[in-house]
């Protein structure tokens, strides 16, 4: 049984590096996870969000940190092959996807909400 759902990518008509897209998925009914699509060398796969740190490791490189991990290779195998199959789905439409990309995680518009209470 599958932990994903509601997969959404956005394409980059003229990508000019290495990214060609954007989503979105919603892991276990419970999260969106946004995600950026990056042209690889071995092929696209899909990056999750990570912070650049401050300071070089002992190899002068200036590290990343991932915000999201998933924990085990399944997962992210998984998450990784329903990205990869939607996008071939989006480029074999021929169109990039119509509707605009999902707000950042933390942005999304509040729904009106009424319990009853005055406050």
């Not at 932990?3 to 959404?8: E, I, L, R």
């Not at 276990?28 to 995600?35: E, K, P, T, Y």
């Not at 490189?61 to 991990?69: E, H, L």
């Not at 789905?89 to 933390?106: M, Q, R, T």
Request: proline residues 9%.
């Amino acid at each position: 049984m599958s932990s994903f759902s509601d997969c959404k990518l956005f394409t980059i008509k003229n990508p000019t590096g290495t990214m060609v897209g954007s989503g979105s998925i919603v892991l276990n009914n419970l999260v969106r996870i946004s995600f950026t699509i990056i042209k690889g060398a071995q092929g696209i796969f899909a990056s999750l969000p990570a912070t650049k740190g401050n300071k070089p490791d002992e190899n002068g490189k200036i590290p990343w940190y991932p915000q999201v991990k998933l924990l085990t290779e399944e997962l992210y195998a998984e998450f990784q092959n329903i990205v990869k199959k939607e996008f071939a789905k989006v480029l074999g439409a021929g169109s990039v996807p119509k509707s605009k990309p999902a707000p950042p995680i933390g942005e999304e518009p509040q729904k009106d909400y009424d319990d009853g209470y005055p406050f």
